[in-house]
């Protein structure tokens, strides 16, 4: 299968390796991986914000970018999220009824990772290896607006070496949110706080998620504990071998 990757500007930015693991692990699969590198941002931080129509511009230019391609897969349910679900609502508001319709056609074919494997594939073991105590934290888009359920747990229990540990309320968000840390940071702080001390109650070394975003804010609240426990990518546990550990 011929795979267009939207990697989303946070990860090309920040965390490329994520990226890199992507494709490796859908290299691995047998599946032919190709990026556009004309490709920049969904438009999720300005739709947030409230600026409708320069988010709205970054959907047109994604639809033009991606309108050719067989299958789009993001390692982020925040931003497939975004292109799925908020991106033809916004487009209806904004009374642009070609772009809302243009991005539905576009809709069936943007997966976010786990459920690509998972959902579209029917794959659950994708032949990773990574020896150490781990726990997923669901992230709210990937949870509440994609439903992609327990498919990154199923990969995880399939990953010879490492074992799973469950995370005390793991629905509850993290407090980053985008923009919402940043303009309640109190309460956001509140939120990450919680989440901190329930991943280190599991007795994990690595708290894992679908989406940069999300383990960024968890990262550095552990970090500032100087707790030992780290955050990693789904893909970048997926993505390592008895050869190779990306993370």
């Given at each position: 299968m011929?795979?267009?990757?939207?990697?989303?500007?946070?990860?090309?930015?920040?965390?490329?390796t994520t990226g890199q693991a992507t494709v490796a692990l859908l290299e691995r699969l047998g599946h032919e991986v190709r990026f556009n590198a004309a490709q920049t941002c969904c438009g999720q931080m300005h739709l947030n914000t409230g600026y409708r129509r320069d988010a709205l511009s970054l959907v047109r230019k994604f639809v033009t970018d991606f309108r050719d391609a067989e299958v789009i897969v993001l390692p982020s349910g925040s931003c497939a999220a975004m292109l799925r679900e908020l991106a033809p609502?916004?487009?209806?508001?904004?009374?642009?009824?070609?772009?809302?319709?243009?991005?539905?056609?576009?809709?069936?074919?943007?997966?976010?990772?786990?459920?690509?494997?998972?959902?579209?594939?029917?794959i659950?073991?994708?032949?990773?290896?990574y020896p150490h105590r781990v726990?997923?934290?669901?992230t709210c888009h990937a949870m509440r607006s994609l439903h992609v359920g327990d498919a990154p747990l199923r990969l995880?229990?399939?990953?010879?070496?490492?074992?799973?540990?469950?995370?005390?309320?793991?629905?509850e968000c993290c407090g980053f949110g985008g923009t919402f840390s940043i303009k309640n940071p109190d309460v956001s702080t509140a939120m990450l706080a919680d989440k901190a001390r329930h991943i280190l109650e599991t007795g994990a070394e690595a708290c894992t998620a679908g989406d940069n975003s999300c383990l960024m804010h968890i990262g550095g609240g552990l970090h500032r504990l100087r707790s030992g426990a780290r955050t990693v990518h789904l893909a970048e546990i997926l993505a390592s071998t008895e050869e190779r550990v990306w993370a």
């Open positions: 011929k795979i267009d990757l939207f990697i989303t500007c946070l990860n090309d930015a920040l965390f490329p609502d916004a487009a209806h508001w904004e009374g642009d009824e070609e772009l809302r319709q243009e991005v539905l056609n576009l809709s069936g074919r943007i997966f976010e990772l786990s459920e690509f494997l998972v959902k579209k594939l029917g659950e073991d994708v032949g990773a290896a726990t997923y934290h669901p995880l229990r399939n990953v010879r070496g490492l074992t799973l540990l469950e995370l005390p309320h793991d629905d």
